[in-house]
């Protein structure tokens, strides 16, 4: 009988206090953080926390997920929360096209948002999620992206963005005609970097370049995604933060 995967699923509206920083791991080669951010949000809201991240694992293959809600936390969760529940589908799906799996990946999503909100009513209904999507093998990865999140892969070359930052948000009437994805090679030690706009927006102008030093000086995948929320904390992060790392 083929064991599940391992699984950690950190929610937003489960740490919702300014300073904490929420962390985990799955063995040694995959770390998630999440945090409200340091200060409170400069602008209106509904849920003190809207970002939510997921890591799971089968052995032989890793499920990343970051989503970065607005107008309140109800579509990330959705999005999240489906993706926590049909991991060893595509964990499954992902070995045989990574690619195919992590854009499946969000047609569960928006279902699991459109069935979610159709139970609200205003301002709630209008909420929607960033979303991004990495799914890895030993040496291959894809990733999926809507919104502002964003996916990067660190390698002992240089640190490159590959998709986030520009497209429409998920919402219960995306077509996901906009999805940006791609896959691409690992080389051993590689690193995949899913990250919500809190992070990147609190490191500053050269965040890029700032998390790749992190991801230099760190000794494991999770002292480097907690060492990068302490960085936008003291970039002044009015914002929430959501991170996760895999290693090749």
């Not at 962390?23 to 409200?36: H, K, N």
């Not at 032989?60 to 990330?76: E, Q």
Request: hydrophobic letters at 45%; proline letters at 3%.
């Amino acid at each position: 009988m083929t064991e599940p995967p391992e699984t950690v699923l950190l929610l937003g509206s489960d740490h919702t206090e300014l300073g904490e920083i929420a962390t985990a791991q799955l063995g040694p080669d995959i770390a998630i953080a999440l945090s409200r951010g340091k200060f409170p949000k400069g602008y209106a809201y509904l849920d003190d926390n809207e970002d939510a991240v997921l890591a799971a694992t089968d052995g032989a293959t890793r499920l990343l997920a970051v989503a970065d809600g607005h107008s309140g936390f109800d579509a990330a969760r959705a999005s999240l929360e489906a993706l926590h529940a049909a991991a060893p589908t595509l964990l499954e799906m992902a070995k045989s096209d990574l690619e195919a799996a992590a854009r499946h990946g969000f047609t569960l999503a928006r279902h699991a948002i459109a069935a979610a909100l159709a139970e609200l009513e205003e301002p709630r209904r209008s909420s929607r999620t960033a979303l991004v999507i990495g799914l890895a093998g030993k040496e291959r990865a894809a990733v999926a992206c809507l919104g502002d999140t964003r996916a990067i892969l660190r390698s002992d070359r240089r640190a490159r963005s590959l998709v986030g930052g520009f497209s429409p948000f998920l919402d219960a009437g995306t077509t996901l005609d906009e999805l940006e994805s791609l896959s691409l090679n690992l080389g051993a030690g590689d690193q995949l970097v899913l990250l919500s706009d809190g992070l990147s927006d609190f490191l500053g102008a050269k965040w890029l370049r700032k998390l790749d030093d992190l991801g230099k000086d760190a000794g494991s995948p999770l002292e480097f995604v907690t060492s990068a929320v302490q960085r936008a904390f003291v970039g002044g992060a009015g914002d929430n933060i959501s991170i996760g790392v895999l290693v090749s």
